[in-house]
């Protein structure tokens, strides 16, 4: 019984310890309408039939810019450690993500008539690394974090309620619907947010 | 040799049975844009105080140059897991039910639009 019991043992404490793979799936919002580009002229009542009230939204100088955005983010790690035996001197991750996804942005004048447009669509490698870490691990490999927040309108009432660099910046702030938009995943280090020094 | 057994079966049940998630998550402003109640606006007629009497404070006020606009806004996340310590799959699925409204410099509403979605719809 002895030796036919420690191989089991030995294969569950493997398994159960030594390593972990973890898959996560983002959707975010549904798949635009495949419709062809919306023409230069066509009305914001049209716009609005054609593809249903906008994700984003701003005021601009000649007008306002709305946007539409669908998002499906893949991560993959693979992660060895010997932590949870209480030796954790060493780890070694693995981990990529994949990003997919489609935005359209139309422009409107005062006159609510579209004066342009422009869908992108992608599917690319969004990142990923590879880590041997001793004693703590300090580094993710993998982080989808900034591509899978909230949108920017729940903050709008709270928006002067920031850190003062970012109150401050606020007039420049693309959350606060009046200086323009910016999709998911923009760096703020630089552009209208760097002074908020996030 | 009961302490083997014991201990496998521990590991057992830790290893092999392991966990499932659900979880849900919501945020933003109550659903109050279905069609029984914007049924009631009219285009060129209702004001942007019969739309705040029937749906309440929006998300959002964004102001453009003499017109105004309001966006509501409810983001639902579902997400459901599997937690099998050696290999875990979490999935979310995030919805944003969502209505904009455009009223022009003397609040009268121009133009509006609403989405709801469906729980299973994809």
């Known amino acids: ?198 | 040799m009961k302490q083997k057994a014991l201990l496998i079966a521990l590991l057992l049940g830790v290893g092999l049975l392991g966990a499932c998630a659900q979880f849900e998550s919501k945020r933003g402003v109550e659903v109050n844009w279905q069609t029984a109640v914007t049924d009631k606006l009219t285009r060129g007629e209702s004001t942007r105080a019969n739309v705040l009497a029937l749906l309440g404070p929006p998300s959002q006020v964004i102001a453009l140059d003499g017109e105004t606009a309001l966006y509501y806004l409810f983001e639902q996340s579902q997400g459901d897991g599997l937690v099998l310590i050696v290999y875990n799959r979490m999935r979310i699925d995030t919805r944003y039910d969502r209505a904009i409204f455009f009223f022009d410099e003397k609040d009268i509403l121009t133009e509006y639009s609403t989405r709801i979605y469906a729980p299973d719809e994809g």
């Open chain 1, 1 to 198: 019984m002895k030796a036919r019991s420690a191989p089991i043992v030995c294969t569950l404490l493997a398994c159960w310890l030594l390593t972990a793979c973890s898959q996560w799936r983002y959707d975010l919002g549904t798949p635009l309408p495949a419709t062809d580009l919306p023409q230069q002229g066509m009305s914001l009542a049209q716009a609005l039939d054609l593809l249903g009230p906008p994700q984003r939204m701003s005021a601009t100088a000649a007008g306002f810019v709305l946007a539409w955005e669908r998002w499906h983010i893949r991560e993959d790690a693979i992660g060895v450690s010997l932590g949870a035996l209480g030796a954790d001197f060493l780890s070694a991750d693995w981990g990529e993500m994949r990003v997919r996804g489609e935005f359209l942005l139309l422009t409107f004048d005062r006159q609510h008539q579209s004066t342009s447009a422009t869908r992108s669509h992608w599917d690319n490698y969004g990142g990923g690394g590879k880590a041997i870490q001793p004693f703590l691990g300090f580094i993710s490999v993998v982080d989808a974090g900034d591509l899978t927040g909230p949108l920017p309108q729940h903050n709008w009432g709270s928006s002067l309620l920031q850190r003062l660099p970012g109150t401050l910046n606020m007039v420049s702030n693309p959350g606060s619907g009046q200086s323009g938009l910016q999709q998911r995943g923009t760096p703020t280090a630089i552009g209208q947010q760097s002074l908020e020094m996030d």
